[in-house]
Nanobody, 119 residues
Framework: QVRLVESGGGLVQAGGSLRLSCATPGTIFSINTMGWYRQAPGKQRELAAH???????TYADSVKGRFTISSDNAKNTVYLQMNSLKPEDTAVYYCNVKATWGASTYDWWGQGTQVTVSS
């Protein structure tokens, strides 16, 4: 049973920064991608950023140039450095991991961490 452990989040003023982290402690699965989704009140959950095992990154257009995703494969941990935060970044951020074990694939989620940006 893989349980994602999220940390970070909080309340910041516009222009501030936060750093999120998410770990998959003790997993023996092969992780394909790790990333972050976010969901604002009344809106659909959307991908903010993700990173592959090889280090290829993808960002939503709305966060490009402000957010940086990185990973420590040895620790099975993914980070999201969020700079120049805007009120529209306010959302619950969910860690997501896509993994493989043999021919089976898995999709794991964290419980979410609140990010609130005030103007």
């Amino acid at each position: 049973q893989v349980r994602l452990v999220e940390s970070g989040g909080g309340l910041v003023q516009a222009g501030g920064s936060l750093r999120l982290s998410c770990a998959t402690p003790g997993t023996i699965f092969s992780i394909n991608t790790m990333g972050w989704y976010r969901q604002a009140p009344g809106k659909q959950r959307e991908l903010a950023a993700h990173i592959t095992r090889g280090g290829t990154t993808t960002y939503a257009d709305s966060v490009k140039g402000r957010f940086t995703i990185s990973s420590d494969n040895a620790k099975n941990t993914v980070y999201l450095q969020m700079n120049s935060l805007k009120p529209e970044d306010t959302a619950v951020y969910y860690c997501n991991v896509k993994a493989t074990w043999g021919a089976s694939t898995y999709d794991w989620w964290g419980q979410g961490t609140q990010v609130t940006v005030s103007s």
